[in-house]
Nanobody, 123 residues
Framework: QVQLVESGGGLAQAGGSLRLSCVAS????????VGWYRQAPGEARELVAG???????NYADSVKGRFTISRDNAKNTVYLQMNSLKPEDTAVYYC?????????????????WGQGTQVTVSS
């Protein structure tokens, strides 16, 4: 059973920092691209940052210069360091991973979502 579990969310003041973690567990063969998304109440889910297997990154304009995505392939973990937080960063943050896992018979490529972690930034 493959799972993505996010952690690190919580309450922060404007200008503060949080670091989110996304850990993939199970019979994982490889993790390709990973993205952090967020969804505020009444809004569509949006891509915040993404990272390729090789480490290439991309960011939404709204977070460039404030957020940093990184990965530790040995730990099957992707991080999102969020600095200079703003109230408009308040949302549920989700991890999405394109990975290959072994189900006991076959290697299967599939995209997974985590359950989300709440980030609330107060002004």
């Amino acid at each position: 059973q493959v799972q993505l579990v996010e952690s690190g969310g919580g309450l922060a003041q404007a200008g503060g920092s949080l670091r989110l973690s996304c850990v993939a567990s199970g019979s994982i063969f490889s993790i390709n691209a990973v993205g952090w998304y967020r969804q505020a109440p009444g809004e569509a889910r949006e891509l915040v940052a993404g990272i390729s297997r090789g480490g290439s990154t991309n960011y939404a304009d709204s977070v460039k210069g404030r957020f940093t995505i990184s990965r530790d392939n040995a730990k099957n973990t992707v991080y999102l360091q969020m600095n200079s937080l703003k109230p408009e960063d308040t949302a549920v943050y989700y991890c999405n991973a394109d990975l290959t896992y072994y189900d006991g018979s076959y290697y299967i490529a599939k995209m997974f979502w985590g359950q989300g972690t709440q980030v609330t930034v107060s002004s």
